[in-house]
């Protein structure tokens, strides 16, 4: 009988084969999808791909750019909202 846990597609199946000749499945996590931008969808440079367990052990600094909107816009995104906004302040 399986694991519970391994029968959803959560974990990846690879198949392994063994020095006796045997093919075996072993479970891996999946890696997460690039960060994308909210407005354009273009891939976030600067915003790392990681499991959540490998993200946190980054300074906080590597984890997102230090701008506004950072690690949600991407760099072009971001000057047209800051121009609209500018624009828009009475």
């Given amino acids: 009988m399986s694991n ?3 029968k959803s597609r959560t974990f990846r199946r690879i198949k392994v084969k063994t020095p006796g000749g045997k093919t075996n499945t072993h479970f891996r996590r999946r890696k997460p999808s690039k960060a994308i931008c909210a407005t354009c969808r273009k891939t976030l440079l600067g915003v790392p ?3 959540p367990m490998q993200v946190a052990k980054l300074p906080k600094t590597a984890r997102r750019p230090e701008r506004p909107y950072g690690g949600v816009l991407c760099s072009a995104c971001t000057r047209k909202v800051l ?4 624009r828009a302040a009475p």
């Fill in 83 to 86: 121009q609209q906004r500018a």
């Fill in 4 to 6: 519970a846990k391994l």
């Fill in 49 to 51: 791909q990681g499991l």
